[in-house]
């Protein structure tokens, strides 16, 4: 079997539980026997909501309500930790080292938080003002795992089961991809075995996120699915803007905000409320301020905000749209690309993505990943070349430098058929109407060297931002490329206007700055769009003016056209 599940109801704390025990102070203590859990009751606030299974009769004798078993500690309101390490003594310093060198975060300063601590509510005043309906959907909140630190682990649960609706929560369904640390093992099941609404389901090797997470869609029982990665902290109300959207739109998957907890010292910081984006270059996930486009689409600002892309850790979807939209990739190693071909998938193929900023998860953003250690660089280039495969159509040859090599990334036939059946439009459609921003280099409708009626070339002589442009012998210039933004670009620079002057110069492309929009008209003029000026030579024949258009020599530029640019087609679903 590649799962087993853990679910034993009757097993609840005894005489025979090593480990934990009540003190006549009403608190949970470890005793010497297993000093590594003294969290491992910490949680008295969601007994209240979420009831102890029958046999814990110890538990229910012990606590009552309201009552807060530990102890106030570091870290509560999103307050930074700060640990030196050069003030621990030796063994202190081993520790520490210790956690870091298995979770790549400080997993010592984490153990010196309440896993039930208090976080801020980053909500704007209409989403904390919004009403929502009596009659949403109930959620299976699935957690997968593999040797997440205890600590982080349980505060990933019990802020879930403290600030969830009850009635909202079917189950929350733990997937542990085949840990091999000790609290991991029997210290976890006999946690799980304490709340009712907590299941646990063990891979039985190694299996990586893809099918951990199917593994827990299929012991779901609720109609909506919620993935959550298993180092977060959910906010007050995160859950029921989330299940709102989904049963205004079922045909979607919903991430909350993406709030940011420090993985060196668990400070949380408000996000600003970017979108996800496609970085074509490495067919993988970035985050991208939200278009002047996309925020146009908004009447409120508690409204949801479309997004190309979603960073996949933590979203929701309809069990049964899930599923019939094919899951996943299963030839996705580990981890990474299931997000991009799932994001795809949704867009192309009749569904959407997006971000609600009435719901906050916070969530440990890592340097690097613990669990891609020395494999890293392959799986991630594997992943993302299945998934330009299928999904890119034909320009997936501005991301491969050679043909797919269906030996070294394995068959995507079936994924291929998947989307024939699914009568989904193609990666074109997707730039006119889901993410025309996307830059994808070498794909502009004209590239090369611009050229002067005079034979010479647009060069930039300077690193400073604010230095002009100027003209000089072509052998020093640089290409320049016309995107489908209208940007004129090369790598990460975009001709604009100085503000004072009237010299070209380039600056940071950005789409929120419309000094950058221009248009080649008719192969001869380089027209701004916002003044309605044109590109003028100089008379000293060294800098490049904004003039009135005249049509005389020293406004007209020769720009090769891009033979391997892909002019839009009639989408043919």
Not at 121 to 140: I, M
Not at 226 to 238: I, R
């Amino acid at each position: 079997m590649l799962i087993e599940t853990v679910d034993d109801r009757g097993r609840g704390l005894n005489q025979d539980t090593n480990g934990i025990r009540p003190d006549d102070k009403n608190e949970f203590l470890a005793d010497d026997r297993d000093p590594d859990i003294g969290n491992f009751a910490d949680h008295g606030q969601i007994l209240d909501h979420y009831e102890v299974t029958p046999g814990n009769a110890i538990i229910k004798k012990a606590i009552k309500p309201g009552v807060r078993f530990d102890p106030p500690k570091l870290g509560e309101g999103g307050r930074a930790v700060k640990i030196v390490p050069t003030e621990l003594d030796e063994i202190e310093r081993a520790k520490f080292d210790e956690g870091w060198k298995n979770h790549e975060y400080n997993e010592y300063g984490s153990q010196q938080i309440s896993t039930q601590r208090e976080i801020p509510d980053f909500r704007n005043r209409k989403c904390k003002e919004k009403q929502h309906s009596e009659s949403l959907p109930k959620a299976s909140i699935i957690i997968c795992f593999y040797n997440e630190a205890w600590s982080v682990l349980l505060r990933t649960i019990h802020s879930v089961l403290t600030r969830s609706p009850p009635h909202l929560v079917a189950e929350v369904i733990l997937v542990d991809d085949y840990s091999d640390m000790a609290l991991m093992k029997k210290p976890l099941e006999e946690y799980v075995s304490r709340i009712a609404k907590l299941r646990l389901i063990r891979m039985t090797k190694r299996s990586g996120l893809v099918r951990a997470r199917l593994a827990g869609v299929s012991e779901a029982t609720g109609p909506v699915l919620l993935f959550l990665d298993s180092h977060v902290e959910c906010a007050e109300g995160w859950l029921e803007p989330l299940l709102e959207a989904i049963a205004d739109h079922p045909k979607a998957a919903v991430t909350p905000e993406i709030d940011v907890i420090d993985d060196k010292t668990f400070a949380i910081q408000a996000s600003v409320g970017n979108i996800g984006v496609l970085e074509f270059k490495s067919f993988s996930f970035d985050w991208a301020p939200i278009t002047p486009r996309l925020r146009r689409l908004r009447n409120s600002i508690a409204d949801a905000v479309m997004s190309p892309t979603m960073a996949g850790g933590l979203f929701a979807i309809r069990k049964d749209f899930f599923i019939d939209m094919g899951t996943y990739d299963v030839g996705l190693e580990l981890w990474g690309g299931e997000n991009i071909e799932l994001s795809l998938k949704l867009w192309l193929c009749g569904g959407g993505i997006l971000i609600h900023p009435c719901s906050r998860v916070a969530h440990i953003f890592r340097e690097s990943s613990p669990y891609l250690k020395g494999d890293k660089s392959n799986v991630l280039v594997k992943n993302s070349a299945r998934v330009a495969q299928v999904w890119a159509d034909e320009y997936r040859n501005f991301f491969f430098k050679e043909p797919y090599d269906e030996e070294k990334y394995g068959s995507v036939a079936e994924r291929q058929e998947l989307r024939a059946k699914l009568n989904c439009h193609t990666f074109g459609w997707y730039l006119d109407h889901v993410y025309p921003e996307m830059y994808i280099k070498g794909s502009g409708k004209y590239l090369g060297l611009i050229q002067s009626k005079s034979g010479k070339c647009i060069h930039r002589p300077s690193s400073d931002p604010d230095s002009p442009l100027t003209l000089s012998d072509c052998r020093k210039a640089l290409p320049w490329e016309f995107t489908r933004m209208n940007e004129i670009r090369s790598s990460t620079l975009c001709f604009d206007r100085h503000q004072q002057d009237q010299f070209l110069i380039s600056q940071t492309c950005t789409l929120d700055n419309s000094t950058q929009y221009f248009q080649y008209v008719k192969n001869e003029l380089i027209y701004h769009l916002p003044t309605k000026s044109c590109l003028t030579e100089s008379s000293d024949g060294f800098y490049i003016t904004f003039q009135p258009c005249t049509l005389a020599n020293n406004q007209l530029w020769k720009w090769p056209n891009n033979l391997n640019y892909i002019s839009t087609v009639k989408d043919s679903r």
